[in-house]
């Protein structure tokens, strides 16, 4: 069997009509689907079938699939309706018409459900850019859904949303009614949901997000703001399965790391030293400092504001 090379850090169509349609899809099958547009190209035939390895999955994400989690994931897949606002009315549709598992590989085919095939292909200047390990790297479904919406907006200053619109396009609430809204108390959205999501998108992805909750119409929160910030410079990784594969990851992401902390304006030998000792710490501290300055506090050297936190916590 012929051994692939994958790119993780490789560009993303996704429609915005799908990046803003609503459902439920749970983080397995969002890593799915994001596997499947990363193969997609413009000039695929009708029923082609794209074959997806779950190694490749794995090797990207550090994380194991289990068999039967992935069997099930998919057969609900196969029968989720995404729904779709368009212009003259609601469109439900199931994105895949067949998925097969081929015995032996480690890998399944998907083939696109042909009233969805113009959400993938027909996408001309109507796209979402995303990063392909950005997207699989964040472990909570949520976070893939507003990396995917904050992307949507990238550039342009943030977007505004309903909190009560968002929690439909997150599957989280029923636009019927009919359904249990989940987290309906403000304060465990931004706890479970916002937070979690803000937390894995600054530290995964090749952006910076963060958002703004509002009271427009009364007392309480009902409008969400999100903004995405500037973008990190990235560094092409291309993976050999033919070589060790966990050192490559490893150097991937250590050098990953080392370019988000300089784009930031740390001098090199800090960056690396932050890189390896001190991730978690630069990340949360980046995000004090993103939150600072959203209140309106005005820093004007930020790579000496934030060595200067490290040096007060004894980190340099």
Not at 24 to 31: E, F, K, N, P, T
Request: hydrophobic residues 35%.
């Amino acid at each position: 069997m012929e051994l692939q090379k994958t790119t993780p850090e490789k560009k993303i169509k996704q429609h915005n009509t799908i990046t803003s349609g609503r459902t439920d899809y749970s983080a397995c099958q969002l890593d799915v689907l994001f596997m499947l547009l990363a193969c997609i190209e413009d000039t695929d035939a009708p029923k082609k079938r794209y074959n997806i390895r779950v190694k490749d999955i794995e090797l990207i994400t550090s994380r194991k699939w289990n068999y039967q989690q992935l069997l099930e994931s998919n057969e609900e897949m196969m029968s989720r309706v995404f729904k779709i606002e368009e212009e003259d009315g609601l469109r439900q549709i199931v994105l895949f018409s067949e998925i097969k598992y081929l015995d032996g590989t480690g890998s399944f085919d998907m083939v696109i459900n042909e009233p969805a095939r113009p959400y993938f292909f027909e996408l001309k200047n109507n796209y979402t850019l995303l990063e392909l390990k950005s997207v699989l790297s964040c472990t909570s479904k949520h976070a893939k859904r507003l990396y995917s919406l904050a992307c949507q907006w990238r550039g342009t200053g943030g977007h505004t949303y309903s909190i009560g619109e968002l929690k439909e396009m997150l599957g989280l609430k029923d636009p019927k009614g009919k359904e249990k809204e989940q987290y309906s108390e403000i304060t465990m959205f931004k706890k479970q949901v916002l937070d979690i999501a803000k937390r894995q998108i600054n530290e995964h992805t090749d952006i910076v997000f963060d958002y703004e909750l509002l009271k427009v119409k009364g007392r309480s929160f009902d409008t969400i703001k999100l903004f995405c910030g500037f973008a990190k410079p990235k560094l092409q990784m291309e993976i050999d399965f033919n070589v060790d594969l966990e050192k490559q990851k490893k150097n991937g992401e250590l050098l990953q790391k080392i370019a988000n902390i300089q784009a930031i304006g740390i001098r090199d030998d800090l960056a690396e030293l932050w890189a390896v000792k001190y991730w978690k710490q630069f990340v949360e501290e980046k995000n004090n400092l993103l939150e600072a300055i959203q209140k309106g506090k005005v820093i004007a050297d930020k790579p000496a504001y934030l060595a200067g936190i490290f040096k007060k916590k004894g980190y340099v």
